[in-house]
């Protein structure tokens, strides 16, 4: 956006070609999508498709995020774009694709610029054959009355990392997040576009019943006993991996919660 490399009101095929993604329909009208409604859920796009093989995609390789719109580019939409809140893995993987197209280069190399730019030693985009040093197992309840844990099956080695990029896929330390956080909380004081993205697009919109007034930008009323008034958040959990992360701008704060649990 800085660059003037993408526009976020822009139709998608604006960057990508209609044989990459097609067109689409809903009951029976042509549609767009734009950008805007592909990074704020609003796109009516699913949140995970798997083909009927399924093992087979848990095994495959992908080179970059492009390969990855295969499994769900004939997929019909689930409502009209701009109309109704869809949370949608596979809209951050479009967003992945989009950033391959307009910066001819793969997602990987893009997004370890910006790591090593923000001093994120730690983090990457995940590799299957990647070994990690001090890296948490997994483990899951056993017996949930009595809370009892184990460890769990192997099925870190029967997934696929990079099917999930940029959706999921990253690999980070604590102290990683936390300066990713504080970068976002420095441009968040200094950036127009930091701004705009933190805008809900979603007040007035369809939202389904579990996701009720909150938004991942929440604002609460002055009246409310509540410390912390804007919160900036997003949690997401992807094969034992579940993670909350949140910036109060007002108060210059950040916070993470993490852990490895299946």
């Known amino acids: 956006m800085d660059r003037h490399l993408i526009d976020l009101n822009a139709e998608i095929?604006?960057?990508?070609?209609?044989?990459?993604?097609?067109?689409?329909?809903?009951?029976?009208?042509?549609?767009?999508?734009?950008?805007?409604?592909?990074m704020s859920h609003m796109a009516g796009l699913h949140v995970s498709v798997f083909p009927d093989d399924f093992d087979n995609y848990l095994i495959r390789r992908a080179d970059n995020v492009?390969?990855?719109?295969?499994?769900?580019?004939?997929?019909?939409?689930?409502?009209?774009?701009?109309?109704?809140?869809?949370?949608?893995?596979?809209?951050y993987i479009m967003t992945g694709a989009i950033i391959e197209s307009i910066l001819n280069n793969t997602y990987e190399n893009e997004i370890k610029k910006m790591f090593t730019q923000l001093h994120m030693n730690s983090t990457f985009a995940e590799r299957r054959e990647m070994i990690v040093k001090h890296r948490p197992q997994y483990y899951q309840l056993s017996n949930e009355t009595s809370g009892t844990l184990q460890?769990?099956?192997?099925?870190?080695?029967?997934?696929?990392?990079?099917?999930?990029?940029?959706?999921?896929?990253?690999?980070?330390?604590?102290?990683?997040?936390?300066?990713?956080?504080?970068?976002?909380?420095s441009a968040y004081h200094g950036k127009d576009q930091v701004q705009e993205l933190w805008t809900p697009e979603t007040i007035g919109k369809i939202k389904p019943d579990w996701m009720g007034d909150n938004e991942y930008v929440t604002h609460y009323p002055d009246d409310l006993p509540y410390p912390y008034k804007t919160l900036i958040w997003h949690d997401g959990g992807l094969t034992g991996v579940s993670t909350h992360l949140i910036i109060f701008p007002k108060e210059n704060m950040v916070g993470l919660t993490s852990s490895a649990v299946s």
């Open 13 to 38: 095929h604006k960057y990508l070609s209609k044989d990459f993604y097609p067109f689409k329909t809903f009951n029976g009208s042509a549609v767009n999508i734009t950008v805007r409604e592909v």
């Open 66 to 91: 492009s390969h990855n719109i295969r499994p769900f580019k004939n997929e019909p939409l689930l409502s009209k774009p701009g109309t109704q809140f869809n949370y949608s893995n596979y809209g």
């Open 151 to 185: 460890k769990s099956d192997i099925i870190d080695e029967l997934f696929l990392y990079e099917g999930w990029w940029p959706a999921g896929g990253i690999i980070s330390t604590a102290d990683d997040m936390l300066r990713f956080a504080n970068a976002m909380l």
